[in-house]
């Protein structure tokens, strides 16, 4: 097949025939046996080099070596028309040789790797090093302990047990969260399919199924999963700027360049390719696994599928100057694009900050900040007050065995309440309240692609939602219908008609409507399922509601025999196919919004199938009179046109066909039509959304519609479902003059003037995706209140692109939604149901409330265990909580908490407020009367239990011992502060002021089996920790103080929800403000040395590991990006299974070399590791 120079032999037709002819059933279709793998004509290699041509080139390369288009179909035994047969054995034939169309992601992280990230932590470190030398001057000789045999070593041997199982803990957590985010992969994955010919019938597969050989069909918003080759297109345009970093639009042809690429967008028209690489043999697999992205290594050899080693021919110099582009060019366009692409990321993340990341950084370094110097304060307190007692009063000298341990053991008591300064359970908190709600969000129809757009859409003030399929149930029928002057309130047959004119709706329809809708029997004899566009499978219900079948016309007149077609697309809101009669005319079928066809209409059919003059008085009087009453039924009108070039005596609505007329030119091809009909479309809303917009005005959300349909439609539906009232003040704008209204006199937008409408606007009609776009970028940056307006954003087409990116939050659409807009969006509405936006709503607000709760819960346990430890250190040398307690309340103890609190389900009381907003502080007056008010009680009793204990409860002083052991006065103090904190931990599952924190608890049964688990597990911990956790056993009596006043906690909740909170200063709250330095902090952890826009200030080197080693919550935040990096990275690719549109930006060329440049593979690795936070 090869020669030795690299070229490939031309294979004449009647060879080919020959080879295949048992191949192929007699009628030329759809292959009915499967060839011998060894048949196959073309192998990965000289595939891929094909696909490493472009335009004019690719289409003289394929003439060249193959003939034509059709031949490298028959050398991949596949058929145009009928495509492959799908048996399974063929299939994993054509996987085996072309390998499948997956790309093997990264192995994961084993758990030792996880337990060594684990113990990286700069304050764990710490305490190990503490705890070793702890244990090791244990075993040097003293006699401060004579008779109680050596002890010394049990503090230090359990400090370092405690720091294993809290390793060991985030460890498993980390690895658990993997999981279940490559869970949600699998899922995305498998949810992705694509539209491919198999036994001559199109059928939708998973991605990851299509192999080498397939008939793809492409349309509008598909993001293409793999590379393949033109056989038949239609106005096909591409946006190929993931591969080339080129933003303009790339024209497809068999006539000018078949060659379509992976990871690619479709934005306009439709087509048919010949898949000739998947998976790692794609152009975008082959750049993801040169940036090592992916599981599979790049060899200097070639393979094939199967991974055998392929002879590679070199390639002689005329090859070289046949088209392949040169690769130095390759690697200056891919740097150029790397480093613009690290800045506008570097831009972006500076800018779209998740609000409660923000707030949590914040918050993360005034607790580091406080920690700190208290941690400092206290051991510096224990050793001037130690070093004035030991060698100022007592004159006694220096002791190695005996004073280093004393200073070590004051240092582990700082590092201690470094430890519990930080709020190490709230980076679990927050963990596990996404990982849960995103998991829940599943289940009710949410598809989160971004973790931070769950507690985002808590936050959301405004959603702009499409009509079509989310407020309604997007099943198009047609119900009415104006033909020959006669309106028709139901669907009139065939024969009602004049013959003439009744061809002509059935022709019109069929053809002029994407092959790929269609309708099929469903298990209801009632009702058809419709695939495809929903609008034109209610137009084809139309067609056998006549009495005829679309098919029957679609045999007679096939996609690759159109002459021309102009899709639709949202300028246009039209579709015109060009077909050639078999009397040799041109007729061109037009269908489209009302209003724009009528536009284009000089004649209107009559009853008796001939045409008459139709002129602009006609038009307006068919407005009000037909278009007008079905718009404010609810009804959306299509218009039905037509229009014949003949070749010679044309009628009165004819035009004579000329050589010389621009096919191309639009504007002059599609007009002075002929308007056949006039279809209402009903598109009934869905019964669940006025409820749900109900209560998403009662929690403080607006609700706007922003859709194409005409005015009069929008205004129906939006009060149907809710969002205007008769007697509410509100605007309902056209695209047209809502542009008027918010640009000045030089067409220039000004944000003042969007400013005077967008509080009042609720219906945004005959919208374009511009419109959208501004609408959506005013209100975000409009300064006209207080608070930051949040955004939420639906969208289905491909235009709605920028809009989602733009939003706080964009929702895609799941069923009806095109590759790239799910792209562009944060969440996925698996049914599209504006419902399940509620529910997001109120999951967001959940994962909001969660957090709080936790943080209510912990920063009350640190408040009084920091205050404990350095007041004991001031007053009685010591701390009255040991290290190893502390850690135990800390590490172990708020890690159950946090999953308790992190895992409460929502109820519709969320609903009931309005949203917390950007500026809302993180910790609310009400929860730091909480916080303070259960401190002062529980460090009011603890103080008691210190200094008043021994005498009140009749037991030994645990003060000062010579030789410190366990006792039962300092196991009481111990064993009480736990029961008021878990005690607490009820009161903390409320934060609004709510008096009955019992309410729902008991459905919450994972609360109640950790709450109980930790009860018990403290019970033996005290009963038989003994030395290692430094505690005594209690008696009946004792058990019965401890928790009377943990009980207490209880008790004293409803007396602090009774304190007026209204007039407390703005000092009780934290975390109000989101200032663009924090931001600029949170930047500096994610994004990679060298990357940051120049000039641009943030924290050195040191400050950074500064912040790392007082803040294990920053560390987290960076694994939980890292799982949301991995979950972004892989859901975005997965949507064309290559897996290339974010890495593959950075490259202006798909045929990189193992060869390039190591600068350029370095920075993209970079580029890799740094989350993504759109």
């Avoid at 599979?296 to 050899?301: C, F, G, P, W």
């Avoid at 709080?852 to 250190?873: H, M, W």
């Avoid at 924290?1099 to 991995?1126: D, E, K």
Wanted: overall charge negative.
């Amino acid at each position: 097949m090869a020669s030795q120079t690299g070229e490939h032999e031309v294979i004449p037709l009647d060879e080919v025939d020959v080879a295949l002819e048992t191949q192929v059933d007699g009628a030329g279709g759809f292959f009915s046996s499967k060839p011998d793998v060894s048949h196959y004509k073309l192998d990965v290699h000289e595939l891929k080099e094909l696909m490493e041509y472009r335009g004019s080139e690719a289409i003289q390369y394929i003439s060249d070596k193959y003939g034509t288009i059709s031949n490298i179909c028959r050398m991949l035994f596949t058929s145009e028309n009928e495509g492959l047969n799908g048996e399974p054995s063929q299939i994993r034939d054509r996987q085996a040789k072309y390998g499948a169309n997956v790309i093997p992601p990264k192995p994961p992280k084993t758990f030792l790797q996880l337990v060594w990230e684990a113990l990286q932590d700069v304050t764990l470190i710490v305490l190990i090093v503490a705890a070793i030398l702890s244990l090791a001057l244990s075993f040097v000789p003293s006699d401060a302990c004579q008779g109680h045999g050596n002890i010394g070593w049990i503090e230090g041997a359990a400090i370092l047990g405690a720091v294993i199982i809290v390793v060991l803990v985030t460890a498993f957590n980390d690895w658990r969260k993997e999981k279940q985010f490559r869970g949600l992969q699998e899922k995305i994955d498998h949810d992705h399919v694509f539209s491919v010919i198999r036994l001559g019938k199109a059928e939708e597969i998973p991605v990851s199924e299509i192999v080498v050989g397939d008939i793809c069909q492409v349309k509008y918003g598909d993001l293409l999963p793999s590379d393949g080759i033109l056989i038949q297109s239609n106005d096909l345009k591409v946006d190929e700027s993931s591969l080339t970093g080129e933003s303009d639009l790339v024209s497809k042809g068999t006539e000018n360049d078949p060659m379509l690429l992976s990871g690619t967008h479709v934005m306009e028209g439709s087509g048919k390719m010949v898949v000739t690489a998947v998976g790692i043999h794609s152009q975008a697999g082959i750049i993801m696994a040169l940036l090592g992205a992916t599981g599979h290594t790049v060899e200097s050899d070639e393979t094939d599928g199967a991974g055998k080693k392929i002879e590679k021919p070199e390639q002689s110099d005329a090859a070289a100057a046949d088209g392949q582009p040169p690769k130095g060019d390759q690697v200056d366009a891919a740097e150029r694009a790397s480093n613009n692409s690290d800045a506008e990321e570097t831009d972006s993340k500076l800018k779209h900050q998740s609000v409660l990341q923000s707030k949590l950084t914040r918050l993360a370094i005034q607790i580091g900040y406080a920690g700190t110097a208290i941690a400092l304060l206290t051991v510096l307190v224990l050793i001037i007050r130690w070093s004035v007692e030991e060698f100022a009063v007592k004159k006694l000298a220096w002791d190695n065995a005996v004073h280093w341990k004393q200073i070590v053991d004051f240092l582990i008591i700082g590092v201690t309440v470094l430890v519990v300064a930080v709020p190490e359970g709230l980076p679990l908190a927050v963990t596990l309240a996404l990982a849960y709600s995103v998991r829940k969000m599943m289940i009710d129809n949410n598809l989160v692609r971004h973790l931070d757009a769950c507690e985002t859409m808590g936050n959301a003030t405004t959603i702009c939602s499409d009509k079509t399929g989310t407020l309604t149930t997007n099943r198009m029928t047609v119900v009415q219908t104006y033909i020959a002057g006669q309106l028709y309130k139901s669907i009139p047959h065939y024969t009602e008609l004049n013959d003439n004119l009744a061809q002509l709706i059935v022709n019109s329809i069929s053809i002029n409507s994407g092959y790929t809708s269609i309708l099929r029997q469903s298990s209801n004899p009632e009702l058809m399922d419709q695939i495809g566009n929903k609008t034109e499978c209610g137009l084809l219900g139309m067609v056998l509601n006549m009495g005829k079948h679309y098919d029957s016309v679609r045999v007679k007149f096939p996609e690759d025999s159109f002459f021309k077609v102009f899709t639709f697309n949202s300028k246009r809101k039209c579709m015109s196919t060009i077909v050639k009669l078999d009397d040799g005319r041109y007729r061109v079928f037009t269908k489209g919004a009302s209003e724009v066809i009528l536009r284009k209409c000089d004649y209107i059919m009559t009853g008796e199938g001939s045409a008459k003059p139709f002129n602009i008085a006609d038009q307006e009087q068919l407005v009000a009179s037909v278009i007008e009453p079905m718009a404010l039924e609810g009804l959306r009108t299509i218009s039905l046109a037509y229009k014949d070039y003949v070749l010679s005596d044309p009628a009165l609505n004819e035009a004579l066909y000329r050589d010389d007329i621009d096919w191309e030119d639009e504007d002059f091809v599609v007009s002075r039509l002929t308007s056949i009909a006039i279809c209402g479309i009903e598109d009934p809303v869905r019964p669940e959304v006025p409820d749900s917009i109900k209560k998403c005005q009662g929690a403080g959300i607006t609700v706007r519609m922003v859709t194409g349909d005409n005015i009069n439609t929008a205004r129906s539906i939006a009060t149907k479902c809710g969002i205007i009232t008769p007697d509410s003040n509100f605007l309902v704008l056209e695209g047209k003059d809502f542009n008027k209204r918010i640009r000045d006199e030089n067409d220039v937008f000004q944000q003042d003037l969007l400013d005077e409408i967008w509080p009042k606007l609720r219906v945004l009609a005959r919208s374009s995706p511009t419109d959208k776009y501004t609408l959506v970028k005013g209100i975000i940056e409009s300064k006209l209140r207080s608070n930051r307006e949040v955004v939420a954003v639906t969208g289905d087409g491909t235009n709605d692109g920028p809009a989602l990116k733009m939003a706080d939050v964009g929702f895609a659409m799941g069923i009806a939604g095109t590759d790239v807009a799910k792209e562009a969006s944060d969440i996925i509405l698996t049914d599209d149901n504006f419902t399940s936006i509620v529910k997001a709503v109120m999951w967001g607000r959940n994962v909001y409330d969660s957090i709080s709760k936790f943080l209510q819960f912990q920063l009350t346990v640190n408040v009084v265990a920091i205050i404990v430890a350095f007041i004991g250190a001031a007053s009685i040398k010591e701390s009255p909580l040991q290290a190893i307690q502390m850690l135990w309340v800390n590490l172990i103890m708020d890690t159950l908490a946090s999953l308790a609190l992190a895992t409460e389900v929502p109820t519709d009381e969320l609903l009931e407020r309005n949203p917390y907003g950007r500026t809302k502080p993180l910790i609310s007056r009400r929860m730091m009367t909480n916080i303070l008010g259960q401190a002062v009680y529980q460090i009011t009793v603890l103080f008691v239990l210190l200094f008043a204990g021994p005498a009140w409860l009749d037991i030994d002083s645990g003060i000062n011992l010579v030789c410190p052991m366990p006792t039962v006065h300092f196991t009481m103090i111990f064993n009480t502060f736990v029961l008021m904190t878990l005690f607490n931990e009820v009161n903390s599952r409320k934060i609004h002021g709510q008096r009955n924190i019992l309410d729902g608890l008991h459905k919450n049964y994972l609360f109640l089996g950790i709450w109980v688990g930790t009860f018990v597990a403290q019970i033996l911990l005290v009963e038989f920790g003994g030395l290692v956790f430094s505690c005594k056993s209690l008696s009946i009596e004792q058990w019965g103080w401890c928790l009377f006043f943990g009980f207490g906690s209880l008790l004293w909740c409803q007396v602090i929800t009774s304190l007026p909170i209204k007039k407390l200063p703005r000092c009780f709250t934290v975390g109000r403000e989101v200032r663009e330095k924090d931001l600029e902090v949170q930047a500096a952890f994610t994004v990679p040395d060298g990357a940051t826009r120049s000039g641009e200030k943030v924290p050195t080197r040191g400050q950074i590991l500064w912040i790392r080693s007082i803040s294990r919550l920053q560390q987290q935040i960076r694994v939980i990006n890292a799982f949301r990096m991995h979950l972004d990275n892989q859901s975005q690719i997965s949507m064309g299974s290559a897996r290339s549109a974010q890495y593959t930006a950075r490259f202006r060329s798909s045929t990189l070399s193992p060869q390039t440049d190591n600068n350029v593979l370095r920075q993209s690795n970079q580029s890799l590791k740094r989350p993504l936070s759109e």
